[in-house]
């Protein structure tokens, strides 16, 4: 989505929220540390926030702006609730997450590199057309995620890292 659309849709979630900082997590945490994200992150509709499975205010979100909603039918956008034990996040990214102000709201988003390592747990074919266009456009440098990919105390989880890293590697332009 646009940054337009994407400040429209985090405008709207501290309204059903009530509150003024979200975790971000997904492609769109690329508008946090560019004016120029790629295409693959404009072709993405969907806003990735972290909120825990026990918050009462997950099902209000869902309903008022995830994919099912009247807002998602009417603009095109939708927040994604994603459960903070679900995705792949790297130790420390909370101290790296870069900050996106839309009007009041404040999202704390994945540093890009923090987001590569996200992306290449996931494994998608999506993902990783996200991730070969962030290297492309050098937004990323491989430098920095494979140090990071090094830092994953789990070997399992990092030899798929690097693994996953090198595949996208030999398809990047």
């Given amino acids: 989505m646009k940054r337009a659309e994407l ?36 072709m993405s509709r969907e806003c990735d926030i972290l909120v825990d499975d026990s918050d009462p205010v997950r099902e209000r979100i869902d309903a008022e702006l995830g994919a099912t909603s009247p807002y998602h039918e009417e603009y095109g956008t939708f927040v994604d609730t994603v459960s903070p034990s679900f995705p792949f996040l790297p130790d420390g990214w909370e101290q790296r997450a870069n900050v996106l102000v839309s009007g009041d709201m404040q999202s704390r988003c994945l540093e890009l590199h923090d987001l590569v390592l996200s992306k290449l747990a996931a494994g998608r074919l999506k993902d990783n057309e996200l991730i070969a266009a962030l290297i492309h456009y050098k937004l990323v440098d491989v430098g920095i995620s494979r140090a990071r990919i090094t830092a994953v105390a789990d070997i399992h989880m990092r030899a798929v890292l690097l693994a996953r890293l090198q595949i996208v590697l030999e398809n990047v332009n």
């Fill in 7 to 42: 400040e429209d849709l985090l405008r709207e979630l501290a309204r059903v929220l009530g509150k003024r900082e979200v975790a971000m997590i997904g492609s769109q945490c690329v508008h946090a540390a560019t004016d120029a994200p790629p295409a693959e992150v404009l």
